[in-house]
């Protein structure tokens, strides 16, 4: 079992950064592969970044803008989000890999219980 814990989000203005954490604990490796994903009303959950054995994967909408990254021993993945748009206003989710695609919300087995971030204009 694992519990992924999520924090960092909050309101800010357009073009401004925050920088979400997702702490582990339980059953974790750092060989596992770790996801964002973010579900804005009225929308489908949508993948936004994944990081595996040192591979940097990332959604076409925050390429450039998002960086993911992680720190084995603190069993912590980042989401580092600058040149935030009012269209990236959403929960955001962080997700342990089990298998196949990253960059499919299927291929994960946990989840945390999400963090809002809100971009104002």
């Known amino acids: 079992q694992v519990k992924l814990v999520e924090s960092g989000g909050g309101l800010v203005q357009a073009g401004g950064s925050l920088r979400l954490s997702c702490a582990a604990s339980g059953r974790t490796s750092s060989t596992y592969g770790m996801g964002w994903f973010r579900q804005a009303p009225g929308k489908e959950r949508e993948f936004v970044a994944a990081?595996?054995?040192?591979?940097?994967y990332y959604g076409d909408g925050v390429k450039g803008r998002f960086t993911i990254s992680r720190d084995n021993a603190k069993n912590t993945v980042y989401l580092q989000m600058n040149s935030l748009e009012p269209e990236d206003t959403a929960v955001y989710y962080c997700a342990a890999h089990y298998t196949g695609s990253l960059y499919y919300q299927n291929s994960y087995a946990y989840w945390g219980q999400g963090t809002q971030v809100t971009v104002s204009s």
């Open positions: 990081i595996r054995s040192g591979g940097l």
